[in-house]
């Protein structure tokens, strides 16, 4: 079943990878948005899936603690009872590290396995991807 989604997003069937590259700002929208989407698509998904997020194109993130602990804690108990499954997060900036670290800790000892990156080649040997498959469709 193909998944409906967003321009900033894409999935690779064979892989079982979702991979985000948001643009621009991310705001407190953008992200509810996303969450929306995501457990649209995982609750209709048959199997569990990876996902690899590049944050390298935003532009500023306007974000504060608040709303990173509110997300990821909701993230948390969306999928206690479901499989594990692997997040990994590219970053580039201060600012994008410092959101990700959260969300990384708020995580901790769930099936969400959050790591971040700041090397690609690292987080596509985590997902168990080449990095030519991270990379497709940028």
Do not use: C
């Not at 209709?44 to 709303?67: E, V």
């Amino acid at each position: 079943m193909k998944m409906k989604l967003p321009p900033d997003v894409l999935f690779h069937y064979d892989l079982q990878l979702l991979v985000y590259r948001p643009r621009g700002i991310m705001t407190d929208k953008r992200l509810d948005q996303l969450i929306e989407m995501l457990e649209r698509e995982e609750n209709k998904a048959a199997k569990a899936f990876n996902r690899y997020s590049d944050l390298s194109k935003l532009d500023a993130i306007d974000i504060d603690f608040k709303t990173v602990f509110r997300f990821s804690l909701h993230r948390r108990l969306f999928y206690k009872d479901r499989p594990a499954v692997k997040s990994a997060i590219y970053v580039i900036s201060p600012a994008a590290a410092r959101i990700v670290k959260i969300h990384v800790v708020m995580t901790d000892l769930s099936p969400l396995k959050v790591r971040m990156f700041e090397e690609i080649p690292a987080a596509a040997k985590w997902l168990g991807v080449s990095v030519e498959d991270l990379q497709i469709g940028q």
